[in-house]
């Protein structure tokens, strides 16, 4: 997994709540548990005008225009903010697989449904809670400002605005820990590698008919 230290970059509005994982990524799409390839599939239903369908290609989709992603201010975003309940619905772990695979590092939202929030540590994501007035003013700067962009210091917990003013977070320090670290639940089992082998080697000695 990817480390999360400092990240920078342009920020997409999504200004509605209650965004689903289906929303996020279509069922249609759940054929695959690569963590690769669903980015092209993200939102799928509000930035193509036909229906997407699994092993088509987008090349040649009718785009909705009025979609944020497909306005050329936000090319090559990493940063979402959006409405409160973000990633509600089913609990499938595609959703934050796509917002990776798209190039998204981060969400900034008032509030997010469980499941989701605690899966997207576990794939590189950070998604940080704020305040509903200052989410209210970030998506009014994003509007006026066109490639506006914010810095995340996960190191201070901080966002930090083109001017240099600063907005404060709080992150479960283990999970700050992880994604500063670059560790998935298999990374933090192979950090007690050695043990697990001592321990395999000293049942293998006392039970070696489980061995085979």
Not at 31 to 49: A, P, Q, T
Not at 164 to 170: P, V
């Amino acid at each position: 997994m990817k480390a999360f230290t400092i990240e920078k970059g342009i920020v997409a509005p999504m200004d509605r709540a209650n965004i689903d994982t289906d929303m996020i990524i279509p069922k249609q799409f759940l054929k695959s548990i690569k963590r690769s390839g669903f980015g092209k599939n993200l939102f799928d239903e509000l930035r193509y005008l036909d229906e997407g369908m699994p092993d088509q290609s987008c090349e040649g989709r009718p785009l909705n225009t009025d979609f944020v992603l497909n306005q050329a201010r936000y090319q090559g975003c990493n940063i979402l903010l959006s409405r409160a309940n973000f990633g509600c619905g089913s609990s499938r772990e595609h959703a934050p697989w796509a917002l990776d695979d798209y190039g998204f590092r981060a969400v900034i939202a008032p509030s997010y449904a469980d499941i989701f929030f605690n899966n997207c540590f576990k794939n590189g994501i950070l998604p940080i809670v704020l305040p509903e007035e200052i989410v209210d003013q970030l998506f009014s700067e994003v509007a006026a400002a066109k490639g506006y962009e914010l810095a995340i210091d996960l190191q201070q917990q901080v966002v930090i605005k083109p001017s240099g003013e600063t907005i404060s977070f709080e992150v479960d320090e283990f999970r700050r820990h992880c994604l500063l670290n670059g560790l998935d639940d298999i990374g933090l089992t192979l950090e007690d590698s050695d043990d697990i082998k001592a321990f395999e080697q000293q049942w293998q000695q006392k039970s070696p008919w489980l061995f085979g």
